[in-house]
């Protein structure tokens, strides 16, 4: 794809920027003429940056950002919370997904700290956009997405927007997987330390039992980040053929069914899903021990 490749001259990068930063204001007016919308149009967000990162000399992203965020912030000016709160964080975390894939970071870390980044800006703006804009933010997404009229809404707003900024991110490494090698970097797929991977995914389950009894939202967070884990950890064992470790996380999947239909009535109300987190934990500590054991095999041979 030809229009994928790295820009060498100003002319090629100032075009591409221009095409970008185009788009970016196109979603933005859309999604602040029909909010309903937002839901399909900001998983598109991040990408357009992160092409921009991969391709243009990072001295010109500056102006590519300044240019996107003043535009949008004209295109939309009797809605300048939209810029504010999709635009600018996808700028950002654009920048610093196709940053770590320049650095050859690992796609599960690349993809995780994006989305982390990506999360945490969303939050970020939202006071400042409540004191500004005089916009209760977190009632306009709930609305927006669905959620107002269900009573577990604010309880896993925090979960939806990790969720959402995932989508947004994996679909961003989707489209420039296959193009990395013709922006002249190489893909990262030596994996150094794989049993960390297993500590993060258990550490956020077993989290889960202290804060169910401080913080739901930030709950449910950790479960969503432990299932990230445990779905990298099981395509690991599925590449590395480990047949019958696989059944045995398939058991584990069937007691965590049974324990769930046992013990969800036992637990505050909208918490009942976070059993599901026995899954994530039963895999992380499976894992370990298969890297463990093969590590000693190894130092036998």
């Given at each position: 794809?030809?229009?994928?490749?790295?820009?060498?001259?100003?002319?090629?990068?100032?075009?591409?920027?221009g095409?970008?930063?185009?788009?970016?204001?196109?979603?933005a007016?859309?999604?602040a003429?029909?909010?309903?919308?937002?839901?399909?149009?900001?998983?598109?967000?991040p990408?357009?940056?992160?092409?921009?990162?991969?391709?243009?000399?990072?001295?010109?992203?500056?102006?590519?950002?300044?240019?996107?965020?003043?535009?949008s912030?004209?295109?939309?000016?009797?809605?300048?919370?939209?810029?504010?709160?999709?635009?600018?964080?996808?700028?950002?975390?654009?920048?610093?997904?196709?940053?770590?894939?320049?650095?050859?970071?690992?796609?599960?870390?690349s993809?995780?700290?994006?989305?982390i980044?990506?999360?945490?800006?969303?939050?970020?703006?939202?006071p400042?956009?409540?004191?500004?804009?005089?916009?209760?933010?977190?009632?306009?997404?709930?609305?927006?997405?669905?959620?107002?009229?269900?009573p577990?809404?604010?309880v896993v707003?925090?979960?939806?927007?990790?969720?959402?900024?995932?989508?947004?991110?994996?679909?961003?490494?989707?489209?420039?997987?296959?193009?990395?090698?013709?922006?002249?970097?190489?893909?990262?797929?030596?994996?150094?330390?794989?049993?960390i991977?297993?500590?993060?995914?258990?550490?956020?389950?077993?989290?889960?039992?202290?804060?169910?009894?401080c913080?739901?939202?930030?709950?449910?967070?950790?479960?969503?980040?432990?299932?990230?884990?445990?779905?990298?950890l099981?395509?690991?064992?599925?590449?590395?053929?480990?047949?019958?470790?696989?059944?045995v996380?398939?058991?584990?999947?069937?007691?965590?069914?049974?324990?769930?239909?046992?013990?969800?009535?036992?637990?505050?109300?909208?918490?009942?899903?976070?059993?599901?987190?026995?899954?994530?934990?039963?895999i992380?500590?499976?894992?370990?021990?298969?890297?463990?054991?093969?590590?000693?095999?190894?130092?036998?041979?």
């Amino acid at each position: 794809m030809k229009f994928l490749r790295t820009k060498e001259t100003i002319a090629q990068n100032m075009a591409f920027m221009g095409i970008m930063a185009a788009i970016n204001i196109i979603l933005a007016l859309i999604i602040a003429l029909v909010p309903f919308v937002s839901i399909f149009l900001i998983i598109f967000l991040p990408l357009t940056s992160a092409l921009v990162t991969l391709t243009c000399k990072k001295r010109y992203f500056a102006i590519y950002a300044f240019a996107t965020i003043g535009l949008s912030l004209v295109a939309t000016l009797w809605n300048m919370e939209t810029t504010v709160f999709y635009v600018l964080p996808s700028i950002l975390t654009g920048f610093v997904f196709g940053l770590l894939i320049q650095l050859k970071v690992h796609p599960v870390w690349s993809i995780f700290c994006a989305t982390i980044v990506q999360s945490a800006l969303t939050f970020l703006f939202v006071p400042l956009i409540n004191f500004v804009f005089q916009t209760d933010l977190v009632t306009f997404f709930l609305k927006v997405f669905g959620l107002q009229e269900q009573p577990w809404g604010s309880v896993v707003v925090l979960t939806f927007v990790f969720l959402i900024s995932l989508i947004q991110v994996f679909l961003s490494y989707f489209v420039v997987k296959e193009e990395i090698k013709k922006f002249g970097f190489e893909e990262c797929k030596d994996l150094k330390h794989p049993w960390i991977y297993s500590l993060i995914c258990g550490v956020s389950s077993l989290s889960i039992i202290g804060l169910y009894f401080c913080s739901l939202s930030i709950a449910y967070l950790m479960l969503a980040i432990s299932f990230y884990f445990a779905v990298f950890l099981v395509i690991r064992l599925v590449q590395e053929k480990y047949w019958r470790t696989l059944i045995v996380c398939g058991v584990f999947v069937l007691i965590n069914i049974f324990v769930f239909a046992l013990a969800n009535q036992y637990l505050a109300q909208y918490s009942q899903v976070l059993l599901t987190g026995i899954t994530p934990l039963c895999i992380s500590i499976i894992s370990f021990l298969v890297y463990f054991l093969k590590k000693q095999k190894e130092q036998i041979e």
